[in-house]
């Protein structure tokens, strides 16, 4: 009896370590394009990893609008429009320019709620209860293989022509990959959990600290608060028992009061690094989220970081893996190239954040207050401050000579075909014309929009959001150059 061989199965386009936010937005992103996707994590399905996220800022809402969650997203929390630090310290966010001047007050599950249900209807293939356990890739293979290893103990292979670890702190991407993790401990022994309480605050967020101890309130809407907790005379490891009396403590000697928490559903604790991996990309393989870096919590920065990761690499992984790009690698050594500094620069303005909270000596008290009285006084600090940790004022390097325009955030447009951020939501670039301009004859040709009134710029839009080329007197051998390009 002859047997015929079985076929091994095609390599899907992509696998995604990791389900939290950044690899559901990637995930769903490049299934929205067509693409075959298989997201893996390790909980089993619907369990939250209790995370800290509690912000989400305007440049993350803007690309929430650009894939139409915003509003649903916005529906379910409370904008905030000013940020209170110190005390003292307010940073006014009701003058960005945007279509969310504020900053969004959300549990990260949320988040992860409306990106899971678009991942899901995008096609999106979820393996939950599963980890990675290794990966190979050679110069000679155009695939990465994976080993991975369910709840049950049982293992498969599976082979992708690209895979991404958005698989957290501990990434077993990055471990895998043998990169190291560089940085230090920045805070330890922070406490966190979620009670009731007896007192409602006076704001929706409230932190404070004096040097010795600091602590941090959010609600999540539903009568349950989120709070955080630290105290410089007691820092034991992280296994070490804790119970609410001693959150109440650091509340105390905070805040001033502990607004009478009982009842803590949940509380543990934990301690806060910041790291940064050097390269974003080995291969066939890239990092992102806390897979790349991690931050201290100020400034709530590290979910809107990694989404914003996601964001800048699935557009290009789908330009390549579709062949809608003459220099593939090119383009994919561009996500290290633009993401990596903004991390670091996170890393940079969240760790002064923290370090100000933490001010103990006369010295670091007299620069926080020296800080404080600048912010509050000096509106060009005060406006690049908003702008970074708003995530608007973020932009990556453009090529010499390049239009001003170019690599900058591209606000959202109102145009005669509808707002830019809807134009966005199929996933290609927008090429924003003055009107009358004919569309240009492309394989791939763009999104093509016009100017309501009589601007004559051109500006060609990565689905990212990002502007790619400008000219404010464009020919159509340029225009054609640009789009090829």
Same mark, same amino acid.
Do not use: C
């Given at each position: 009896?002859?047997?015929?061989?079985?076929?091994?199965?095609?390599?899907?386009?992509?696998?995604?370590?990791?389900?939290?936010?950044?690899?559901?937005?990637?995930?769903?992103?490049? !299934?929205?394009?067509?693409?075959?996707?298989?997201?893996?994590?390790? /909980?089993?399905?619907?369990?939250?990893?209790?995370?800290?996220?509690?912000?989400?800022?305007?440049?993350?809402?803007?690309?929430?609008?650009?894939?139409?969650?915003?509003?649903?997203?916005?529906?379910?929390?409370?904008?905030?429009?000013?940020?209170?630090?110190?005390? /003292?310290?307010?940073?006014?966010?009701?003058?960005?320019?945007?279509?969310?001047?504020?900053?969004?007050?959300?549990?990260?599950?949320?988040?992860?709620?409306?990106?899971?249900?678009? !991942?899901?209807?995008?096609?999106?293939?979820?393996?939950?209860?599963?980890?990675?356990?290794?990966?190979?890739?050679?110069?000679?293979?155009?695939?990465?293989?994976?080993?991975?290893? %369910?709840?049950?103990?049982?293992?498969?292979?599976?082979?992708?022509?690209?895979?991404?670890?958005?698989?957290?702190?501990?990434?077993?991407?990055?471990?895998?990959?043998?990169?190291?993790?560089?940085?230090?401990?920045?805070?330890?022994?922070?406490?966190?959990?979620?009670?009731?309480?007896?007192?409602?605050?006076?704001?929706?967020?409230?932190?404070?600290?004096?040097?010795?101890?600091?602590?941090?309130?959010?609600?999540?809407?539903d009568g349950w608060y989120r709070v955080m907790g630290w105290d410089?005379?007691?820092?034991?490891?992280?296994?070490?028992?804790?119970?609410?009396?001693?959150?109440?403590?650091? !509340?105390?000697?905070?805040?001033?009061?502990?607004?009478?928490?009982?009842?803590?559903?949940?509380?543990?604790?934990?301690?806060?690094?910041?790291?940064?991996?050097?390269?974003?990309?080995?291969?066939?393989?890239?990092?992102?989220?806390?897979?790349?870096?991690?931050?201290?919590?100020?400034?709530?920065?590290?979910?809107?970081?990694?989404?914003?990761? %996601?964001?800048?690499?699935?557009?290009?992984?789908?330009?390549?893996? /579709?062949?809608?790009?003459?220099?593939?690698?090119?383009?994919?050594?561009?996500?290290?190239?633009?993401?990596?500094?903004?991390?670091?620069?996170?890393?940079?303005?969240?760790?002064?954040?923290?370090?100000?909270?933490?001010?103990?000596?006369?010295?670091?008290?007299?620069?926080?207050?020296? %800080?404080?009285?600048?912010?509050?006084?000096?509106?060009?600090?005060?406006?690049?401050?908003?702008?970074?940790?708003?995530?608007?004022?973020?932009?990556? !390097?453009?090529?010499?000579?390049?239009?001003?325009?170019?690599?900058?955030?591209?606000?959202?447009?109102?145009?005669?075909?509808?707002?830019?951020?809807?134009?966005?939501?199929?996933?290609?670039?927008?090429?924003?014309?003055?009107?009358?301009?004919?569309?240009?004859?492309?394989?791939?040709?763009?999104?093509? %929009?016009?100017?309501?009134?009589?601007?004559?710029?051109?500006?060609?839009?990565?689905?990212?959001?990002?502007?790619?080329?400008?000219?404010?007197?464009?020919?159509?051998?340029?225009?054609?150059?640009?789009?090829?390009?």
């Open positions: 009896m002859t047997t015929t061989p079985s076929t091994p199965p095609a390599p899907v386009d992509v696998l995604v370590v990791g389900a939290g936010p950044t690899g559901l937005l990637l995930a769903g992103d490049l !299934a929205a394009q067509g693409l075959s996707v298989t997201l893996v994590e390790r /909980r089993p399905h619907g369990i939250s990893n209790m995370t800290r996220a509690f912000a989400v800022h305007a440049r993350t809402l803007e690309l929430l609008d650009s894939r139409g969650l915003a509003d649903e997203l916005v529906g379910s929390g409370i904008p905030l429009s000013s940020i209170r630090f110190f005390g /003292r310290l307010s940073l006014d966010l009701s003058g960005l320019r945007t279509r969310f001047p504020f900053l969004l007050v959300t549990p990260q599950y949320e988040v992860e709620r409306l990106l899971e249900r678009r !991942a899901r209807a995008a096609g999106v293939r979820f393996r939950h209860e599963t980890r990675l356990t290794s990966l190979r890739q050679s110069p000679a293979s155009d695939t990465v293989t994976a080993e991975l290893r %369910a709840a049950d103990g049982g293992t498969s292979t599976l082979e992708a022509r690209y895979l991404v670890g958005t698989d957290g702190v501990r990434s077993q991407v990055r471990e895998a990959l043998g990169l190291p993790f560089p940085g230090t401990s920045v805070i330890r022994s922070l406490v966190l959990a979620d009670v009731r309480l007896a007192e409602e605050p006076p704001g929706v967020l409230t932190v404070d600290g004096d040097g010795e101890a600091f602590a941090f309130i959010a609600p999540f809407g410089r005379m007691h820092q034991p490891d992280d296994s070490a028992p804790v119970d609410l009396d001693e959150l109440r403590g650091v !509340a105390r000697r905070a805040l001033g009061t502990d607004y009478g928490m009982h009842d803590a559903r949940w509380i543990s604790r934990f301690h806060s690094d910041e790291r940064q991996v050097p390269a974003y990309r080995t291969g066939r393989v890239f990092l992102a989220g806390d897979a790349a870096h991690v931050h201290s919590p100020a400034g709530g920065q590290g979910m809107n970081t990694g989404l914003q990761d %996601a964001a800048n690499l699935s557009w290009k992984l789908a330009a390549v893996l /579709r062949g809608h790009t003459a220099s593939p690698e090119a383009l994919l050594d561009s996500y290290h190239e633009e993401r990596h500094p903004v991390g670091a620069q996170v890393l940079r303005s969240s760790g002064a954040l923290i370090r100000l909270a933490m001010a103990r000596t006369p010295l670091q008290r007299t620069a926080r207050m020296v %800080a404080t009285t600048v912010l509050s006084h000096v509106q060009p600090a005060s406006d690049k401050v908003i702008g970074m940790v708003s995530g608007l004022a973020i932009s990556y !390097a453009a090529p010499r000579g390049a239009h001003p325009l170019t690599s900058r955030r591209a606000p959202d447009l109102s145009l005669r075909e509808g707002r830019l951020h809807q134009l966005l939501r199929d996933g290609a670039f927008v090429l924003v014309t003055p009107a009358g301009t004919p569309t240009p004859e492309m394989p791939t040709p763009p999104t093509h %929009a016009h100017w309501k009134d009589d601007r004559t710029t051109a500006l060609l839009v990565r689905p990212d959001g990002y502007i790619a080329w400008a000219s404010d007197h464009p020919d159509p051998a340029a225009l054609r150059a640009a789009l090829t390009r």
